[in-house]
């Protein structure tokens, strides 16, 4: 099973600013299998990303993927307030079980 | 627009079983896999188990072989979590996600609302 590692914990930033949140696989992800997520208060996980880079429907262009293998990045190039939320990222390349992270929370 | 609505909240007694089911809209349901993700109070997500209609075949992670039950129903579009023998540890938003498949992998495109299970004595 891959165990994925999200850092930082949390990340305490203000609008306007980047933000980049990593997530680091214990064996690496084939065919970057990696989804970002997005959750905020009392709502359902939202698709950001999938296959590492790609965006999901209706995702923001300042939003973005990278890496492969073992270490990928979320990137928000320009925080907006609606940006800040706990962030998850998945695998499914060796699946099941599909496996996330522990979130990275993104905080004013 | 998809859609996936799930039932209401439930509040069980310990090693009783709770059903939540997951009616899917606007989408071809037989053509995805429906996965099943919970998440404990404060909280990461935890994926249990999931299905594929078409085949009627499911899988369960390993912790909860023998207590988890997913079912689908393609004439009412929708998917069923069956959790037995509930205790404390299992109080927790339930939430259904569809899969969509890329080369034989899911990741979650669309979910539910979530559906909070409480137990408690």
């Known amino acids: 099973e891959i165990v994925l590692t999200q850092s930082p914990g949390t990340l305490s930033l203000s609008p306007g600013e980047r933000a980049t949140l990593s997530c680091r696989a214990s064996?690496?992800?084939?065919?970057?299998?990696l989804a970002w997520y997005q959750q905020k208060p009392g709502q359902a996980p939202r698709l950001l990303i999938y296959g590492a880079s790609t965006r999901a429907t209706g995702i923001p262009d300042r939003f973005s993927g990278s890496g492969s293998g073992t270490d990928f990045t979320l990137t928000i190039s320009r925080l907006e307030p609606e940006d800040f939320a706990v962030y998850y990222c998945?695998?499914?390349?060796?699946?099941?079980?599909?496996?996330f992270g522990q979130g990275t929370k993104l905080e004013i | 627009q998809v859609q996936l609505v799930q039932s209401g909240a439930e509040v069980k007694k310990p090693g009783s079983s709770v059903r939540v089911s997951c009616t899917a809209s606007g989408g071809t349901f037989s053509a995805y896999a429906i996965s099943w993700v919970r998440q404990a109070p404060g909280q990461g997500l935890e994926w249990m188990g999931g299905i594929i209609p078409i085949f009627g075949t499911s899988s369960y992670t390993h912790k909860f072989q023998g207590r988890l039950t997913i079912t689908a129903d393609e004439s009412t579009t929708s998917a069923y979590m069956e959790l037995t023998s509930l205790r404390s540890e299992d109080t927790a938003v339930y939430f259904c996600?569809?899969?969509?498949?890329?080369?034989?992998?899911?990741?979650?495109?669309?979910w539910g609302q979530g559906t909070l299970v409480t137990v408690s004595s």
């Open positions: 064996q690496s992800v084939n065919s970057n299998f």
């Open positions: 998945q695998q499914y390349a060796t699946s099941p079980p599909y496996t």
């Open positions: 996600a569809r899969g969509r498949q890329i080369q034989g992998k899911y990741f979650f495109d669309y």
